[in-house]
Every structure is written in C-alpha cells, then in structure tokens.
C-alpha cells in the first residue's frame, strides 16, 4: 500500500537554531498538506501546496514540494519554543485517499 | 460556530464490550474520516466515508465499524474483537477528497 515517509522521527533543537523535516510518499499526490500537532491536541491544517515545485512561506515557515510530487519539506528558521510539536505531512493519491506521514517529533530547548 | 465534536473525551472499555464514539460536523463537508493515533505515532487511517451511505476501509479497519446515515454524523464502533483498542481516535472531516481536513479534539480510549 501506499507509504508516506517523514524524517526524522523526533529532533532536538537549540532555541534560535534551524529545522528540517522531510516527506516522501511511495506514490504521486495530488497535492501536500502540512499539519501541526501540539501534545495532547489535534491536528491542525498549516498550508496546501499543489503545483510541483511550489514554495510557499508562512513567516519563519518554508514549505516545498518536490518536482515530482512524492516529496516535500518544512523548513523553520530560527525555532522558538512555540514550534514544539509533531508535523506531519499528508495527502491524497489519485484515488482522493488520503494518507499522513508519520510525523517529525520537534523539541525546542531553551 | 462551525466545527467538529467528538464525544466523549475520555472513555473505557471493558473486556468483550462494544463502544461507540461519536463525531458531529456542522461544516457541511462531504467526506469524514476516523484515524487511530498511538502515543508517539501517527495516524492511521481506519475508515473514510466521501458521501452519506457509504464508507470504505481505511489500513487498519478490522475490529471496528462505522455507519453513515446522515452527513453530520459519522460514528465509530470499537468492537470486541479489536484485541488492542486502546488509542487515542480522531476524526475528521473536509469538503471534497482533496481539501485540508478539519479535526475534533479526539477521544481518548482505554480498558478497563
């Protein structure tokens, strides 16, 4: 079945320092969304992209998806301690299936 | 104000007992689904419905079952034959397939 991969699983960073995480789905999506998860809550929508090789900018917040539409990235620069949670990535195939990545866990020290 | 609510927000079960968690949305969306979540995890697809009488399965969809008589309410049984069930479950709904989903605050199931 189809698989959406992210990487890493869990990240500790320094207050102040950059972070990363990386999606890959195992099939093509017709479009990448991106989600925040705080601990103990839901889910909760941060942005779409559809057009391969879209970047789009939410203040620090840098998504891309990848030429091929399989893969995608968040980008945060200069975390703060606000941006702890899990991010996931999710997305439809072309079956309007939707599937979620399996999360980067984000620690921010202060 | 529109949104989803799940009920309730803790629940147990006990051993050979069917429970049933209830997801309402107000949003007018087509489509609902239920995921399972497990501490440190992510969401695993259990059913989806895209429209009022019918639903598909999702990865993990054995020991559960869902109706879809009215396109507010979509909710999920936990059987007894889900040997395992305790998660945390969200639902979730959103206009068509491809639209962002909207989440309800989930509900949080143990065993007794």
């Known amino acids: 079945g189809q698989q959406v991969m992210q990487i890493p699983q869990y990240q500790h960073v320094q207050e102040g320092e950059d972070f990363t995480t990386y999606c890959n789905s195992s099939?093509?999506?017709?479009?990448i969304q991106w989600y925040k998860q705080r601990p103990g809550g839901h889910p909760v929508f941060l942005i779409q992209l559809v057009k391969s090789g879209e970047v789009k900018k939410q203040k620090r917040l840098t998504f891309q998806f990848g030429e091929a539409k399989k893969n995608s990235s968040l980008h945060i620069t200069a975390t703060q301690t606000t941006d702890v949670g899990t991010y996931f990535c999710a997305g439809p195939n072309t079956g309007n299936q939707f599937y979620f990545g399996t999360g980067t866990s984000l620690t921010v020290i202060p | 104000d529109g949104g989803i609510t799940q009920s309730p927000k803790y629940l147990f079960r006990k051993e050979g007992q069917n429970v049933t968690l209830s997801c309402e949305q107000n949003l007018n969306h087509d489509a609902m689904y239920w995921y399972r979540q497990d501490p440190g995890q992510g969401l695993r697809l259990i059913y989806y419905?895209?429209?009022?009488?019918?639903?598909q399965k999702g990865d993990i969809a054995e020991g559960y079952s869902v109706s879809r008589e009215k396109k507010e309410s979509f909710p999920l049984t936990v059987t007894s034959a889900q040997k395992n069930p305790t998660a945390f479950y969200l639902c979730a709904s959103t206009g068509t397939g491809t639209q962002p989903q909207h989440f309800g605050d989930g509900t949080r199931l143990s065993i007794l």
């Open positions: 419905s895209q429209i009022v009488n019918d639903f």
């Open positions: 099939t093509t999506l017709s479009n």
